[in-house]
């Protein structure tokens, strides 16, 4: 019986059917070819070379010319099992790169609070690094072992049966050693796949924060985290060499037992007048097809353990169910209108873990503005990430114009909503590419509009290649003013009903923070807003402010009811305004 990994291996054969019989009928063929060598010889030695010479003359050149044919046929075989063989391999790790890439895409949130980015990039890369070479050579070695090994120990049967049972012996004593090591070898590969994660884990942390480290003068503190990495790597590349080591060393001094027992028994037999000398030659040559697979498969393992491991790990990212899918018969949301209800919404992040959201219920209307003010942790992020539904509410439900959002298509659901969030990612391409992320099909003159709405235009233009100037990785090289405009740009030209501004104006300049405010004036006109703001001076004119604390809603009002309460909101207010002296 195949294991489960086995056959979504086999799975991904599927589409390239005919190469695959092609590469295996061109094995047979080359396998066929090397077994039928020897039997040729015998062939002649017994019957052609035993009558006179002029016979032997009249044959020879139709025997050559054969031979030669015959080999030429092997040629083409060969060529094609090299080349289109390869190519099958490549062309199945490429659709094993994209369905990763597709599921990791689908992923939730949740899946990657829990898992590293340079894990993820190990599983594209580094873990299906081997899955051409055996997708190519495991079934070909494997078909062509298993014809060259049957197919040569029948015709050993028929040359001395009694010595080839003797082989067979030897052969169960290789095959009982294969087995215990080779599942050795699996742990030892998975655990290279685990530790060379580690070591991306470390690289890409560095690097992404190469600013940092640099600011702290942290290169000693980061090579030595990165040395921890590359020495477990390398001991557990150790343990996986010294147990290939103890596999293909037993191997081959049992196949050098065969020759040992071949020689011995066949010595034996010749005296005893049971088997003839040319009988042995031919014997001897016959030995060499039945040990060069077995060689070939000893010294395949390494490369099939290292694309079984990768493999392995691939599946088990492909196997992580899907937290957030539509429900079957989702209907798509049109001409929305804005209006939010959060009904009763509880919310933890985890089944162990504590509620982030108690029972929250609040009401926005279409085109209003409302602001969620509160402590750090409280739970007004997580209050706008449950909008989009990049995660589920645990019980309780948020309606987006009367439609529960899980009851309509997520692509819809998100369409519908603009973000503009306080730490800007920025994809390593041009200004032209990052605005128009949410509109790809947009026109020159959209995405001049939407920039010039954000106030970044003419800085754009000012640069030596405009609108196709690249922007570097993350927006290294613009400031976050800057990189924070590119954003609301990207907002303006994507034109969504429901807005989500997450901190977008702190941390910045007062120069900055004045473009980036008029723009956001803007962007919020005739849309549903909701805010999230730690400067109160941004959100005094929302139509609603609520004030978030241990996932409730502790007070909400305008900003005129808020300060008469003299509650949570007043303490806040009289902290951000009123002079120290005071």
């Not at 007070?555 to 005071?582: C, I, N, S, W």
């Amino acid at each position: 019986m195949l294991s489960p990994v086995m056959k979504k291996f086999i799975h991904y054969y599927k589409p390239y059917r005919k190469l695959f019989f092609a590469d295996m009928a061109c094995a047979t063929v080359v396998a066929a070819v090397d077994v039928s060598f020897p039997q040729i010889l015998n062939f002649l030695t017994k019957g052609l070379f035993r009558q006179g010479p002029e016979q032997i003359l009249s044959v020879i050149g139709l025997v050559a010319a054969g031979l030669i044919a015959m080999y030429l046929v092997k040629l083409g075989c060969e060529y094609f099992i090299a080349s289109w063989g390869h190519i099958m391999g490549s062309r199945m790790e490429s659709d094993m790169r994209r369905d990763l890439f597709q599921k990791m895409q689908s992923l939730p949130l949740s899946y990657y609070d829990k898992h590293n980015t340079g894990e993820m990039v190990s599983k594209v890369v580094s873990d299906l690094f081997d899955i051409c070479e055996v997708a190519h050579h495991g079934p070909e070695n494997l078909f062509l072992s298993v014809l060259k090994i049957s197919g040569s120990f029948v015709l050993l049967l028929f040359i001395h049966g009694p010595l080839t049972l003797i082989l067979f012996g030897v052969m169960l004593c290789m095959m009982v050693y294969s087995y215990f090591l080779n599942r050795r070898i699996k742990r030892a590969f998975l655990d290279n796949r685990q530790k060379i994660a580690g070591i991306n884990v470390s690289l890409q942390d560095s690097l992404s924060g190469i600013r940092v480290v640099k600011s702290f003068a942290g290169e000693a503190q980061e090579q030595k985290k990165f040395d921890r990495s590359d020495e477990a790597f390398l001991q557990s590349k150790k343990t996986a060499y010294h147990t290939i080591g103890k596999f293909q060393a037993g191997n081959f001094f049992i196949q050098g037992l065969l020759y040992v027992v071949i020689l011995t028994f066949g010595g034996i037999f010749i005296a005893l007048g049971q088997m003839q000398v040319t009988d042995l030659a031919i014997y001897a040559l016959y030995i060499n097809i039945f040990i060069n697979p077995i060689t070939l498969l000893v010294n395949f393992t390494e490369t099939f353990q290292k694309g079984l491991a990768g493999f392995t790990r691939f599946v088990e990212v492909l196997e992580t169910p899907v937290e957030l899918e539509d429900k079957p018969g989702a209907e798509e949301l049109h001409e929305v209108k804005g209006e939010i209800v959060y009904d009763h919404v509880r919310f933890r992040y985890g089944e162990e873990e504590k509620e982030v959201l108690k029972g929250v219920s609040l009401h926005v209307r279409p085109g209003e503005t409302i602001a969620f003010v509160g402590p750090s942790g409280g739970g007004k992020t997580t209050l706008c990430s449950l909008l989009p539904r990049f995660y589920d509410v645990c019980s309780g439900r948020i309606t987006v114009d009367g439609k529960d959002v899980r009851d309509v298509t997520q692509q819809s659901l998100r369409q519908a909503i603009g973000i503009v969030q306080q730490d800007v990612y920025l994809f390593a391409t041009t200004f032209r590419e990052n605005i128009a992320y949410g509109k790809p099909e947009a026109t020159e003159e959209e995405i001049i509009e939407a920039a010039r709405n954000a106030n970044i235009h003419d800085f754009i233009m000012s640069l030596p290649q405009g609108y196709d100037t690249p922007v570097g990785e993350r927006g290294v090289r613009l400031s976050g003013g800057q990189k924070q405009r590119v954003s609301i740009a990207r907002v303006f030209l994507k034109n969504p009903p429901i807005l989500i501004l997450d901190e977008a104006t702190s941390a910045l300049d007062n120069e900055s923070e004045k473009y980036i405010q008029q723009a956001l004036e803007r962007l919020t006109q005739n849309r549903t807003t909701i805010v999230i703001a730690h400067r109160l001076s941004t959100i005094q004119h929302a139509d609603c402010i609520y004030v978030v604390g241990d996932g409730q809603i502790l007070e909400q009002g305008t900003h005129a009811d808020l300060l008469e309460k003299q509650g949570v909101y007043a303490k806040y207010y009289r902290m951000q305004f009123t002079h120290p002296a005071e």
